[in-house]
Nanobody, 122 residues
Framework: QVQLVESGGGLVQAGGSLRLSCAAS????????MGWFRQAPGKEREFVAA????????YYADSVKGRFTISRDNAKNTITLQMNSLKPEDTAVYYC???????????????WGQGTQVTVSS
């Protein structure tokens, strides 16, 4: 069982940066692939980024590639999403996710956080 708590959301102007964090409970954190999803108003939840257990492999949606960076610290049971060059279309609730499968964590992860709001003004 994994519990996830996001933090770091807020309001930022276009072109600015935000850093999201996700704290995970559970002693087996290092055996889980981790990811971020987002859901904008009136839209379906979509994959943003994922990272392998060791942190050696990362995956990004085309819409955020080159602007967002996912990382993890297994010693602190945390992952982060550094978001740069933010655009109004990045406005959404961002969710942290976890799954033992790197494939599933990018599609239908077993565990979700409660979400944190990111708003980018133009």
């Amino acid at each position: 069982q994994v519990q996830l708590v996001e933090s770091g959301g807020g309001l930022v102007q276009a072109g600015g940066s935000l850093r999201l964090s996700c704290a995970a409970s559970g002693r087996t954190f290092s055996s889980y692939a981790m990811g971020w999803f987002r859901q904008a108003p009136g839209k379906e939840r979509e994959f943003v980024a994922a990272i392998f257990w060791t942190g050696g492999s990362t995956y990004y949606a085309d819409s955020v590639k080159g602007r967002f960076t996912i990382s993890r610290d297994n010693a602190k049971n945390t992952i982060t999403l550094q978001m740069n060059s933010l655009k109004p279309e990045d406005t959404a609730v961002y969710y942290c996710a976890a799954d033992r499968s790197l494939t599933k964590v990018r599609r239908t992860p077993d565990y979700w956080g409660q979400g944190t709001q990111v708003t980018v003004s133009s």
